[in-house]
């Protein structure tokens, strides 16, 4: 079974910067289709980020749009999610996904990726 594990969260201040990792074994990591998502304090799991297997499409949730960057390297079989100017706001445990289907305009919907990380966690102090 495919396995993703994050890395790179940690205890920041607001404005501070933070580059996640998602590291993919498994199947080849350039069939995949790839997400970030986030997790705050209760509240529900919510998009941030997407990548096509390509890099040719990349699709980012409002809130996060012109701070964060996702990105990936196929031969390093790994997603990175740079985060910068980061708010308080942005406090939450950070997933990544990963799914064998172009997802497309789905981009957006956790339900239908297939496979998740355990998650690193996020804390952006004001």
């Known amino acids: 079974q495919v396995q993703l594990v994050e890395s790179g969260g940690g205890l920041v201040q607001a404005g501070d910067s933070l580059r996640l990792s998602c590291a993919a074994s498994?199947?080849?990591?350039?069939?995949?289709?790839m997400g970030w998502f986030r997790q705050a304090p209760g509240k529900e799991r919510e998009f941030v980020a997407a990548i096509t297997r390509g890099s040719g499409y990349l699709y980012y949730a409002d809130s996060v749009k012109g701070r964060f960057t996702i990105s990936r390297d196929n031969a390093k079989n790994t997603v990175y999610l740079q985060m910068n100017s980061l708010k308080p706001e942005d406090t939450a445990v950070y997933y990544c996904?990963?799914?064998?289907?172009?997802?497309?305009?789905?981009?957006?919907?956790?339900?239908?990726?297939?496979?998740w990380g355990q998650g690193t966690q996020v804390t952006v102090s004001s």
């Open positions: 996904a990963a799914d064998l289907v172009d997802l497309g305009r789905y981009y957006y919907s956790q339900s239908r990726y297939d496979y």
């Open positions: 498994g199947r080849t990591f350039s069939s995949y289709f």
